[in-house]
């Protein structure tokens, strides 16, 4: 099976500009979910999604965003960048049930803000 | 909320010995899960080990083996007959059984180094 893809790898954006990153999860995954990963911060989760539906939100201002489409793939989304936005963004899929419910991450966004 | 302390940030390793990465970590649960990631320097998270809490015994994957004291709280990694190939930061995590999600609490981390 193919493994957990994003894209794009790496980004560079502008403050206040928007950002649409992009996670598609190995097949027949249902469940997503997206961390950022600073060096100050550590690793934290933003959101999970389960067929379609957000079924967990970490702590972080509305800005940030996602949703999830028919076939598992996710989007999280940035609006009004802030310098301290730049991380690099995981997002890690599994099958969504079952005691076992394994994650596996994909190779990551890395997002600089400028 | 659950948190996940790892009080190594840096650890070395001379090449074939052995070495343990410490967690500790508080809840008020009783069913929970904990795993220990390796994120090499290419930046892809792996599963390395994982323990049920309601498990007695410790999990072992090859040379990796865990250290599982649930009353203390604490869930450490010990790596045999270390390889250069282990050299990588690693997240001890924690997962509750509680809720349906699949939201893990990671750790600061751990830098191993190996050395040859």
């Known amino acids: 099976k193919a493994g957990v893809t994003q894209t794009p790898r790496y980004l560079i954006k502008t403050r206040g500009q928007q950002v649409t990153l992009s996670c598609s999860p190995i097949?027949?995954?249902?469940?997503v979910s997206w961390y950022q990963q600073t060096p100050g911060q550590g690793l934290q989760f933003l959101f999970e999604?389960?067929?379609?539906?957000?079924?967990n939100k970490g702590n972080f201002p509305g800005r940030f965003s996602g949703r999830q489409f028919s076939n598992s793939r996710s989007e999280m989304n940035v609006s009004t960048l802030e310098l301290g936005d730049s991380a690099l963004y995981l997002c890690?899929?599994?099958?969504?049930?079952?005691?076992?419910?394994?994650?596996?991450f994909g190779p990551g966004t890395r997002l600089t803000v400028t | 909320a659950q948190t996940v302390t790892q009080s190594q940030p840096e650890m070395s390793v001379q090449e074939a010995e052995t070495v343990t990465l410490s967690c500790t970590y508080d809840?008020?649960?009783?069913?929970?899960?904990l795993f220990w990631y390796k994120q090499p320097p290419s930046r892809q998270m792996i599963l390395v080990i994982r323990?049920?809490?309601?498990?007695?015994q410790n999990a072992t994957e090859n040379r990796f083996s865990v250290n599982f004291q649930k009353a203390a709280k604490s869930f450490s990694l010990k790596i045999s007959d270390s390889q250069l190939g282990d050299a990588a930061m690693y997240f001890c995590?924690?997962?509750?059984?509680?809720?349906?999600?699949?939201?893990?609490?990671f750790g600061g981390g751990t830098r191993l180094m190996v050395k040859p």
């Open positions: 995590a924690y997962r509750s059984e509680g809720n349906a999600g699949n939201m893990l609490t």
């Open positions: 809840t008020s649960e009783s069913d929970y899960y």
């Open positions: 097949s027949g995954h249902r469940s």
């Open positions: 890690a899929s599994s099958s969504g049930t079952g005691w076992a419910r394994e994650q596996y």
């Open positions: 323990q049920e809490a309601y498990k007695q």
């Open positions: 999604y389960f067929s379609e539906t957000q079924r």
